[in-house]
């Protein structure tokens, strides 16, 4: 039961200004910080400054933490009452509420603004997804990230019944039958703009190697599976890996070939009887790897490329990476050793794995288009709060010119990442697969280049608008610590930055017409 809180005035709180009986007042309400003191992080000097005890310490305290310390339990329980007829004004945000925030929404989204995209099932769904996300993900996002686990299998069970795991395919026929967020949205009106709200949302928590750990392997790992898989080998692979009982990887790259998907080494052999492949191989910096109970593999063989799946067996090793993101996602290096696979496994034609990889590849990338720019817009959140309440030289840092040449930048890059999204989204949903690789590959690959470079400038002016915190685990800047750490890795992962910019510009140069001269 909460303890009572008692009614102060200022003047009561300014006698309790010693040390053996200290009192401050942050936002309104009273603390008695008399026994914390001697455990606080900080240090004690800070509280016996005669402009701190026993009195209003909201701008310092705010000039120094982040709110979640206050809501933290140990610290709650300091305060002892509010002062007389005072309100306070800081809150947390309410799990599935929009932020206030300037920029901190797509624009869109929000009811004051108008959107030829989304409609009122669009903002219906984005409301019951972040509240989804704000209750049940991100408590664990920011726990996992802690102790380096795989997320909770309780959230990964609480996603696949609410039909989120369904969801992070995309529309399409994997969802008939299933009950949406509990009825809230048809299987048939989710549509790409869903999709989109429902990939930036999951990412809302900033821990950018979580989402990945959230069975991100079945986005890229179970499509060839639906779309190529043996009727009986599909129905129980996307039925065990949708219900969140199993999961799934792609694994493609190799130590030897990245990007270069024709310089894989695994071998894939048949038996002499035909009736099975025999692999041998590696595979290296596989998301979900580590925990994955099937492993969708490019193989070589006598044919040429091909792709089969792979369950977990004797054989199959895989090894944690140490990446400069998170364990959490179960990066993995893993070795397949004589394994002996059913040919009914492959996945497309002996030899068309090309196909079967690069039919993937737009949807992916979109998909990262969608996690990245949101992120790039929680940056540009966090920078524009902090700007209000830090203090440089006697004034708010937003005081300094170059800090808001910097927050121009960071906003402008972040809205332009969102609405050229938003329009390649638009595209997506009126063209079949076909048109959608013949005429999107290149400006999705641009889009994902664009998007990975601003993020990395984002990351880089973040830095120095938050300065020392924003290379610190803890504390202030811990959001900025941890982009800066691991934004590196969206402009690697899909295709590499560059190898994107050029893919685009060549599908351009390949369009232009025979007459095309100045
Ligand atoms: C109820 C009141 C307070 C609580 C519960 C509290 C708690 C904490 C905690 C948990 C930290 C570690 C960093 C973090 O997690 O953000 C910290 C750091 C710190 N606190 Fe406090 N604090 C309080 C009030 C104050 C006040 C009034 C001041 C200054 C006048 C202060 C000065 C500092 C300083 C200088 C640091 C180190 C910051 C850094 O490393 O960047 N604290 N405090």
Redesign the pocket.
């Known amino acids: 039961m909460s303890k009572e809180l008692k009614t102060f005035t200022r003047e009561d709180v300014a006698k309790h200004n010693k040390p053996d009986d200290l009192w ?1 007042i ?1 936002d309104a309400k009273v ?1 008695d ?1 008399t026994k ?1 003191q001697g455990l ?4 004690i000097s ?2 016996l ?1 005669a402009d ?1 005890a026993g009195q209003d ?1 909201t701008e ?2 705010y000039g ?3 709110h979640e ?2 809501e933290r339990p140990q ?1 709650k329980r ?1 305060q002892i009452g509010v002062i007389q007829g005072e309100k306070s004004v800081i809150y947390s945000q309410v799990p599935g509420e929009l932020s206030k925030i300037p920029y901190a929404e797509p624009l869109g989204l929000l009811k004051e603004y108008h959107s030829p995209y989304y409609t009122e099932s669009h903002r219906k769904f984005l409301h019951a997804i972040r509240k989804f996300n704000d209750e049940v993900i991100t408590p664990d996002a920011l726990a996992r990230e802690e102790d380096g686990k795989r997320p909770s299998s309780s959230v990964i069970n609480q996603m696949a019944e609410n039909g989120i795991l369904a969801m992070n395919m995309g529309p399409g026929k994997h969802l008939e039958g299933r009950t949406l967020l509990g009825g809230l949205i048809k299987p048939g009106e989710f549509d790409r703009f869903h999709e989109l709200i429902l990939m930036q949302e999951l990412v809302r928590h900033g821990m950018r190697g979580y989402r990945d750990g959230q069975n991100s392997g079945a986005t890229i790992g179970l499509p060839p599976v639906i779309h190529f898989g043996h009727p009986e080998l599909r129905d129980r692979i996307v039925d065990e890996v949708l219900s969140g009982r199993k999961f799934i990887s792609l694994a493609i790259t190799e130590a030897f070939a990245g990007s270069d998907v024709a310089g894989l080494k695994t071998t894939a052999k048949k038996t002499p009887d035909g009736k099975h492949w025999i692999i041998n191989g590696t595979k290296k910096w596989i998301t979900n790897g580590t925990f994955s109970d099937y492993f969708t593999v490019g193989c070589k063989t006598d044919k040429g490329l091909t792709v089969i799946l792979v369950e977990r067996q004797d054989g199959v090793e895989t090894k944690a990476i140490k990446t400069s993101y998170s364990s959490t996602a179960g990066t993995a290096y893993i070795t397949f050793e004589n394994i002996k696979v059913p040919v009914e496994n492959t996945l497309g034609p002996e030899g068309g794995g090309i196909f079967v990889i690069l039919s993937n590849f737009n949807h992916e990338r979109w998909a990262m288009c969608c996690g990245a720019s949101r992120n790039m817009r929680l940056i540009v959140e966090e920078c524009l709060k902090w700007v209000n309440q830090r203090k440089a030289f006697g004034k708010p840092l937003h005081a300094q010119p170059v800090i808001r040449a910097k927050l121009a930048n960071m906003i402008a890059k972040s809205e332009a990442a969102q609405h050229w999204l938003e329009s390649i989204t638009f595209q997506m949903q009126h063209m079949d697969y076909k048109q959608q690789a013949q005429l999107l590959a290149g400006p999705i690959a641009l889009l994902k280049m664009y998007i990975t470079r601003s993020s990395q400038e984002v990351a880089r002016d973040a830095v120095q608008v938050f300065g020392g ?1 924003g290379i ?1 685990k ?3 800047g811990k959001l900025i610590e941890h982009y800066h750490r691991t934004v590196p890795f969206d402009a690697v992962l899909g295709g590499a930055e560059d190898v994107l910019g050029d893919l685009g510009v060549r599908q351009a140069i390949k369009a232009l017409p025979k007459n095309a001269k100045l």
Not at 40 to 43: F, L, S, T
């Open positions: 401050i942050v603390y910080v914390f606080h992080p900080g240090g800070v509280f400054e701190i310490a310092a305290f120094l933490h982040r310390v206050l610290y300091l915190r610190t803890t504390g202030m």
